[in-house]
Nanobody
Framework: QVHLVESGGGLVQPGGSLRLSCAAS????????MGWYRQAPGKQRELVAT???????NYADSVKGRFTISRNNAKNTAYLQMNSLKPEDTAVYYC?????????????????WGQGTQVTISS
């Protein structure tokens, strides 16, 4: 069983940057496509970025050009570099192994969910 722990969230001003980390236990991490999700208050959780085991990335239109997903298989860790942050990026961010490779909104994920990390963009 893979356990996921997200970290790196915080409060930043619009236009700022954050780097999120997702630490996964278990040796099978490297075989999964990994993704970053977010859930804003009152909204459904949505998949925003994915990276395959081979490093191919895909992004939701809302974050394309601003967010970068990466992974380090040796460290069982996935990352989300977020630049040019906007108030509408405010959400709890989670990582998981998505069912779909291309982010198109809702995705149920394949693994047990971690606690997420809060990202708040506000001046």
């Amino acid at each position: 069983q893979v356990h996921l722990v997200e970290s790196g969230g915080g409060l930043v001003q619009p236009g700022g940057s954050l780097r999120l980390s997702c630490a996964a236990s278990g040796s099978i991490f490297r075989s999964y496509t990994m993704g970053w999700y977010r859930q804003a208050p009152g909204k459904q959780r949505e998949l925003v970025a994915t990276i395959t085991s081979g490093g191919v990335t895909n992004y939701a239109d809302s974050v394309k050009g601003r967010f970068t997903i990466s992974r380090n298989n040796a460290k069982n860790t996935a990352y989300l570099q977020m630049n040019s942050l906007k108030p509408e990026d405010t959400a709890v961010y989670y990582c998981n192994a998505p069912v779909t490779i291309v982010p198109t909104g809702y995705d149920p994920g394949k693994l047990p969910w971690g606690q997420g990390t809060q990202v708040t963009i506000s001046s």
